[in-house]
């Protein structure tokens, strides 16, 4: 039966999805129309295909991309370094943000890191096995936004080596504003490492005219923090495996001195030329703003189902309670195989107490599409 | 001066040579010709481009491979499990192989590593700081080929945790054949973790018709064994980062089991694909064949140069020792400067006692180059 099919394939992916292309593989029958799991800006990768076209395919170019050895670790860093306005000697490029977090968490993390849950569950799952890890749990009576007051004492009180902070957050996407962030990187300041996971920034504002938020200010403020910044979400490049952090000099030298060598692929360095240059982030700011007033029509519209609460969110994505008394993981099977939409099952995310999904803004026919498979799995 | 630049720049990128890309970048008035210095079969790659452009680019599947999160690491190891014969639970794929250089070096070398010299320097770099290395030099009178018997009595008498044998060897190419190999791994077979790097095999023959030298069946009998193979430089594809190793499926779970979650890229995936596909392979055997009857040719006119040396190889570049009183970085400038050859100055490598450069082969056309740029630096 499909049920049980699926519910091994989503064993087997510990606790990440499978991606469409393995469940499609191992389940071929089976249809996916929307992947409502996969969080990614689709106008961004529309904006970089029609760059790669120009660039590299009607060039030619191509090939001595995918022929040749791609630069150094430290030459990478070079591409971004002006329009980040960092020094290369500060950053630190990964083949994807995932590389960037288990470097980081085997590396710098110390004996005891303090998690917020619900959480991406790489930053505890990728400890040392020596690594105590607190969790600091966020309340579902309050929305699992962050109180900063309260996370502050709580940090102050178990003294960890190592703090994660991801903002917006995922799987929810709670936003602690600019302001309250600063406050609590002061309050925090004595301990060792605090990681500020950035992949989902591109998607917050503060103004009506969706600016982006630029927290590396923080850094010269604060030199215990380790920016950590995704780019397959926002540019919608996650097959290039792509990501870059920000950290002290010292901490670059320590990870490059004993390896990362060619970590990043002729293609993702392509990529982050792209991203060095003004023209293209212009381009790339509108397709980003046109996606988050999509996304907010998309929450518009969901905050007005029945059967559901949608969490506030400044991602590109809502955590979404099922509140009709069915299951999660029924509310995904009946979306996935009913209406060939796929969402992500929360189950298995430690710090959610109920039943939840959580389900990505996609291109607005797309949200569509979602919208009414909410609908129909609610009804049955 | 651009020797001076030239220099830097080899300083800047420690003990490995900058890609060409990097030194057109930092010295735009220097012109490159031919890269004599980068190891790879050009006929493989395309091959390579060719498949590409047909299954990819003509069909616009290029962007789903770019968009989309590539399968988890255990997924793409199904893909060229059934070619490799090798269950999917022993394979670990990488970020090319140096990734699986560091992981492993940094996971299960253990307190005293042994390493031969002279050799690809990612071996000793990527240990830990509390690793001991003891070094077995191979010797100039003997033309730095291994004496098994020697080895096997050295690593005896220090009993170290970690061997590493590359074969054919980098930067000399020397091969230790398939049944001296077998005598060396049941000798040693006390030592915890033996790593077989074999990057270079595809270039390595034993009989008149260039057959594959398959090391695969000496897993079953040595569980010590870590199988390390890189994808770039026999199939042309260094900027994919794409490379496997075949382990105990201990060492496979204990990597997994915090990292590596998605280190391989959507176009890697696309080539382990193709490498998985038994048509495919059979049309690379052409172009391996091809390469290594052209790199046959190229040996043997290097051969007959005045003022060098060549050493034996069994891969896909010679190491030439400099015997008309130049230095290997006088020489390598020259090459450079005069003809727009790059070739690999070795005067950084342990091991070596007197003046180096390692150069690869390439296609027919370039190797004419190469040998009229070699005499042209012999006779300044």
């Given amino acids: 039966m499909i049920k049980q099919r699926i519910a091994e394939l989503k064993s087997a992916s510990g606790t990440h999805s499978p991606s469409v292309a393995?469940?499609?593989?191992?389940?071929?029958?089976?249809?996916?129309?929307?992947?409502?799991?996969?969080?990614?800006?689709?106008?961004?990768?529309?904006?970089?295909?029609?760059?790669?076209?120009?660039?590299?395919?009607?060039?030619n170019k191509l090939r001595d991309v995918l022929e040749f050895y791609p630069p150094q670790n430290h030459e990478v860093a070079k591409s971004v370094s002006s329009i980040l306005n960092i020094s290369p000697s500060n950053i630190f490029v990964g083949n994807g943000a995932i590389e960037i977090i288990q470097a980081v968490m085997h590396r710098f993390a110390g004996k005891k890191v303090c998690v917020i849950i619900p959480t991406f569950s790489s930053y505890y799952e990728f400890v040392q096995p020596s690594t105590e890890v607190v969790y600091y749990r966020l309340q579902k009576e309050n929305d699992y936004q962050v109180d900063v007051?309260?996370?502050?004492?709580?940090?102050?009180?178990?003294?960890?080596?190592?703090?994660?902070?991801?903002?917006?957050?995922?799987?929810?996407?709670?936003?602690?504003?600019?302001?309250?962030?600063?406050?609590?990187?002061?309050?925090?300041?004595?301990?060792?490492?605090?990681?500020?996971?950035?992949?989902?920034?591109?998607?917050?504002?503060?103004?009506?005219?969706?600016?982006?938020?630029?927290?590396?200010?923080?850094?010269?403020?604060?030199?215990?923090?380790?920016?950590?910044?995704?780019?397959?979400?926002?540019?919608?490049?996650?097959?290039?495996?792509?990501?870059?952090?920000?950290?002290?000099?010292?901490?670059?030298?320590?990870?490059?001195?004993?390896?990362?060598?060619?970590?990043?692929?002729?293609?993702?360095?392509?990529?982050?030329?792209?991203?060095?240059?003004?023209?293209?982030?212009?381009?790339?700011?509108?397709?980003?703003?046109?996606?988050?007033?999509?996304?907010?029509?998309?929450?518009?519209?969901?905050?007005?189902?029945?059967?559901?609460?949608?969490?506030?969110?400044?991602?590109?994505?809502?955590?979404?309670?099922?509140i009709n008394g069915k299951t999660s993981f029924d509310f995904y099977i009946d979306m996935l195989v009913n209406d060939n939409v796929y969402v992500r099952d929360c189950s298995d995310k430690i710090g959610l107490d109920g039943d939840y999904v959580r389900i990505a803004a996609r291109s607005d026919e797309e949200n569509t599409i979602i919208i009414n498979a909410i609908v129909n799995a609610t009804n049955i």
Avoid at 38 to 57: G, M, R, V
Avoid at 226 to 254: P, Q
Avoid at 290 to 316: C, D, E, R, V, W
Wanted: net charge negative; charged share 20%.
């Fill in 22 to 59: 393995t469940m499609l593989k191992e389940i071929p029958e089976m249809k996916i129309n929307v992947d409502a799991c996969f969080l990614s800006n689709p106008y961004a990768t529309d904006l970089f295909i029609q760059h790669l076209e120009k660039d590299l395919i009607l060039t």
């Fill in 149 to 322: 007051k309260a996370f502050a004492s709580f940090v102050q009180k178990e003294k960890p080596d190592t703090v994660i902070v991801i903002n917006p957050n995922n799987p929810n996407g709670g936003y602690i504003p600019f302001s309250d962030l600063q406050w609590l990187l002061s309050e925090i300041n004595f301990v060792s490492t605090v990681i500020l996971d950035e992949s989902f920034i591109h998607f917050a504002y503060e103004d009506a005219a969706y600016s982006y938020i630029n927290n590396q200010s923080l850094i010269a403020a604060h030199d215990n923090i380790i920016i950590i910044k995704s780019m397959s979400k926002d540019f919608g490049v996650a097959g290039l495996r792509a990501g870059y952090a920000i950290m002290s000099e010292t901490k670059v030298n320590a990870l490059l001195s004993n390896g990362y060598l060619w970590n990043v692929s002729g293609l993702a360095d392509y990529f982050f030329k792209l991203y060095g240059d003004k023209q293209f982030l212009e381009k790339y700011h509108e397709v980003r703003k046109k996606y988050i007033q999509h996304t907010n029509t998309f929450f518009q519209n969901l905050a007005t189902l029945q059967g559901i609460k949608m969490l506030p969110s400044k991602a590109n994505f809502a955590l979404v309670e099922i």
